[in-house]
């Protein structure tokens, strides 16, 4: 790796949400930059003005924060090679295609988009699998600035780029294969591949790491730093992500938005986590900390082949760090949760909601999944399932409830232990076995068929919530012996 000190970027565009596949990137270019101590630029490549809205450029901001991806350079963190949005870089790159310009090595060009689409009509009418390729009408003719004109790059026609791609290896592109790009728009906003290269070699970035479909960009960029007399960073380029048919992910095949997977209630590094393992990998080793990521984190080993998205597979790694407490801290996992419970329109009380969290990590395996489960802890109004309410708050089921209200009430010892000595012994003397009782129970008191243990979510709801719900699930199994009576009776 280069001796110099690292410095990575990620330059996004703000033309939407932040998808995930640019999240893996920003990831390993952090995780590098964290790695060794450098510094992670944050670049926005706005110049597609039709589509950039200041609106997709906060969702970019709030979802970079939220994976906890942090910048040490760029929109609102400041630095020295600022600004850090292109559309405030203009004179930049005009003063840089001035230069190639009068060394050279650019051009003006007058041709109208009228006549190239005319070359390009007759190409493909005599052979329609050509590929045109600007014929360098205006290569060598001395175009007025002041005529109506793009800037092309006088691309040598001679040799081959090689370089040494961190994933790929040596890579070798003949010059023939490239033409005279455009550098600047007769509006002078910058082409994709000259904006890269100016905003890269002024702010020093060392390292360019992104998705292995730029690699069609690196030989021209690599000739525009030649140009300018400016280092060449080196490159890593990353496999893709693609959707289980193999296609290029995309909104088709489900979520790919940040925010769609926050919405959904995945924890930040169990999201960061799955991605990581796309193009990197540890040994067997598939749950990571963000810290252990940092620490681990290198080049090598490195995976060339792209990877299929599977749902599944996040599904289970979320869940692994929702479950420990070393991955997700009852803090964060406080914090990951709430806004998902205020959503359902309950309030919570932030001491209950600390001890009832331990009662659905196992189970739970996203935030989302975790609020439906402990919602019932913090209605003052139970919400009963129909199916649930229906099958066992039964007339027959009536008389027990009432027998376990007494029975909490004279719990003394309030404990998960306590509280399950109280119920073997009322079993032991009504010669009764716990599913007898339990289910009746169970949707009393959460008014589900499905909960947390038993003990446990008696234990947190507490003694007076406890016997009022299980009371009043012996009046709901009573007004239904009621109602089936009355219905007999009719009859």
Same mark, same amino acid.
């Given at each position: 790796?280069?001796?110099?000190?690292?410095?990575?970027?990620?330059?996004?565009?703000?033309?939407?949400?932040?998808?995930? &596949?640019?999240?893996?990137?920003?990831?390993?270019?952090?995780?590098?930059?964290?790695?060794?101590?450098?510094?992670?630029?944050?670049?926005?490549?706005?110049?597609?003005?039709?589509?950039?809205?200041?609106?997709?450029?906060?969702?970019?901001?709030?979802?970079?924060?939220?994976?906890?991806?942090?910048?040490?350079?760029?929109?609102?963190?400041?630095?020295?090679?600022? /600004?850090?949005?292109?559309?405030?870089?203009?004179?930049?790159?005009?003063?840089?295609?001035?230069?190639?310009?009068?060394?050279?090595?650019?051009?003006?060009?007058?041709?109208?988009?009228?006549?190239?689409?005319?070359?390009?009509?007759?190409?493909?009418?005599?052979?329609? %699998?050509?590929?045109?390729?600007?014929?360098?009408?205006?290569?060598?003719?001395?175009?007025?600035?002041?005529?109506?004109?793009?800037?092309?790059?006088?691309?040598?026609?001679?040799?081959?780029?090689?370089?040494?791609?961190?994933?790929?290896?040596?890579?070798?592109?003949?010059?023939?294969?490239?033409?005279?790009?455009?550098?600047?728009?007769?509006?002078?906003? /910058?082409?994709?591949?000259?904006?890269?290269?100016?905003?890269?070699?002024?702010?020093?970035?060392?390292?360019?790491?992104?998705?292995?479909?730029?690699?069609?960009?690196?030989?021209?960029?690599?000739?525009?730093?030649?140009?300018?007399?400016?280092?060449?960073?080196?490159?890593?380029?990353?496999?893709?992500?693609?959707?289980?048919?193999?296609?290029?992910?995309?909104?088709?095949?489900?979520?790919? &938005?940040?925010?769609?997977?926050?919405?959904?209630?995945?924890?930040?590094?169990?999201?960061?986590?799955?991605?990581?393992?796309?193009?990197?990998?540890?040994?067997?080793?598939?749950?990571?900390?963000?810290?252990?990521?940092?620490?681990?984190?290198?080049?090598? =080993?490195?995976?060339?082949?792209?990877?299929?998205?599977?749902? %599944?597979?996040?599904?289970?790694?979320?869940?692994?760090?929702?479950?420990?407490?070393?991955?997700?801290?009852?803090?964060?996992?406080?914090?990951? +949760?709430? =806004?998902?419970?205020?959503?359902?329109?309950?309030?919570?009380?932030?001491?209950?909601?600390?001890?009832?969290?331990?009662?659905?990590?196992?189970?739970?395996?996203?935030?989302?999944?975790?609020?439906?489960?402990?919602?019932?802890?913090?209605?003052?109004?139970?919400?009963?399932? =129909?199916?649930?309410?229906?099958?066992?708050?039964?007339?027959?089921?009536?008389?027990?409830?009432?027998?376990?209200?007494?029975?909490?009430?004279?719990?003394?010892?309030?404990?998960?232990?306590?509280?399950?000595?109280?119920?073997?012994?009322?079993?032991?003397?009504?010669?009764?076995?716990?599913?007898?009782?339990?289910?009746?129970?169970?949707?009393?008191?959460?008014?589900?068929? +499905?909960?947390?243990?038993?003990?446990?979510?008696?234990?947190?709801?507490?003694?007076?919530?406890?016997?009022?719900?299980?009371?009043?699930?012996?009046?709901?199994?009573?007004?239904?012996?009621?109602?089936?009576?009355?219905?007999?009776?009719?009859?």
């Amino acid at each position: 790796m280069s001796a110099s000190p690292v410095r990575v970027r990620f330059a996004p565009s703000p033309t939407g949400y932040l998808h995930i &596949g640019g999240v893996r990137t920003a990831l390993f270019n952090w995780l590098w930059a964290r790695k060794t101590g450098g510094v992670f630029v944050l670049r926005i490549e706005d110049t597609d003005q039709e589509r950039s809205t200041d609106e997709s450029r906060n969702v970019i901001f709030d979802s970079m924060k939220w994976l906890g991806l942090d910048w040490d350079e760029g929109p609102g963190a400041g630095g020295s090679f600022g /600004p850090y949005t292109q559309m405030e870089r203009l004179a930049l790159y005009k003063e840089y295609a001035e230069k190639l310009i009068s060394e050279g090595k650019a051009y003006r060009c007058t041709c109208t988009k009228e006549e190239l689409d005319g070359q390009r009509a007759a190409l493909k009418a005599k052979d329609p %699998k050509a590929q045109f390729v600007y014929p360098g009408t205006c290569r060598d003719a001395k175009r007025s600035a002041s005529d109506k004109h793009v800037v092309r790059f006088a691309s040598p026609r001679e040799g081959a780029i090689t370089y040494k791609d961190l994933v790929f290896g040596a890579v070798t592109t003949p010059n023939s294969a490239q033409q005279d790009f455009v550098l600047l728009r007769s509006d002078g906003v /910058p082409l994709y591949n000259f904006g890269a290269v100016v905003d890269d070699a002024s702010m020093k970035i060392t390292l360019v790491a992104r998705g292995r479909d730029h690699m069609v960009n690196t030989p021209p960029q690599i000739m525009l730093y030649e140009a300018l007399g400016a280092p060449v960073p080196e490159f890593a380029h990353l496999p893709m992500l693609l959707a289980p048919s193999g296609e290029k992910l995309s909104k088709r095949h489900g979520a790919v &938005g940040v925010d769609e997977f926050r919405n959904a209630g995945f924890s930040p590094v169990g999201l960061l986590n799955y991605l990581v393992r796309f193009g990197w990998s540890s040994g067997d080793e598939e749950i990571f900390s963000l810290q252990a990521m940092i620490e681990k984190f290198d080049w090598s =080993p490195r995976n060339k082949s792209d990877g299929k998205w599977d749902t %599944k597979k996040l599904a289970a790694i979320n869940h692994e760090h929702l479950k420990q407490e070393r991955l997700t801290p009852l803090a964060k996992y406080i914090e990951g +949760v709430t =806004p998902m419970l205020a959503a359902r329109g309950v309030k919570v009380d932030a001491e209950k909601l600390a001890r009832a969290v331990p009662t659905v990590r196992e189970r739970a395996r996203t935030f989302l999944e975790a609020a439906e489960s402990l919602d019932f802890y913090f209605r003052e109004t139970l919400e009963y399932e =129909p199916k649930a309410d229906a099958k066992f708050l039964v007339a027959s089921a009536a008389a027990g409830l009432r027998e376990l209200a007494d029975v909490i009430e004279s719990v003394a010892d309030w404990s998960v232990a306590g509280i399950e000595a109280a119920f073997t012994k009322y079993l032991e003397a009504k010669q009764l076995h716990i599913k007898d009782v339990a289910q009746p129970a169970r949707v009393a008191l959460t008014g589900r068929s +499905v909960s947390p243990g038993l003990y446990e979510s008696i234990e947190v709801l507490g003694k007076a919530v406890t016997v009022a719900r299980l009371r009043e699930g012996a009046t709901r199994a009573a007004a239904r012996e009621d109602a089936q009576a009355g219905g007999a009776s009719a009859g």
